[in-house]
């Protein structure tokens, strides 16, 4: 019988949000919630990815892990393991699709 992998596994299309600190690079993505007065609220999860992810990028292979915090706070992360990019910026405004895997 082969063993139960338990836990979520992710796919799909995210946008990539990146932000530098203390000179290193910190990859999220966020989701979002409509309230019932109509307005929408955001929750960022943090990323683990290796490389230079696009802005946009297709995730083949992920799942969900988390990290604990200097003040004890668990926080749910992504990690990405295969992804491709799906955007690449060319100029200010152009952005083309490309079609290179990045695994690890």
Do not use: C
């Amino acid at each position: 019988m082969e063993k139960t992998k338990y836990g979520f596994n992710l796919t799909g299309v995210i946008k990539i949000f990146e932000k530098e600190y203390e000179g290193k690079k910190n990859y999220s993505t966020s989701i979002g919630n409509k309230k019932t007065d109509g307005t929408y609220e955001n929750l960022y999860i943090p990323l683990t990815i290796k490389d230079n992810p696009s802005k946009e990028i297709e995730v083949l292979e992920g799942f969900l892990s988390f990290y604990t915090k200097q003040d004890g706070t668990k926080v749910v992360k992504a990690v990405i393991q295969k992804y491709v990019n799906r955007l690449e910026k060319q100029d200010e405004n152009v952005f083309v699709v490309t079609e290179e895997e990045t695994p690890f």
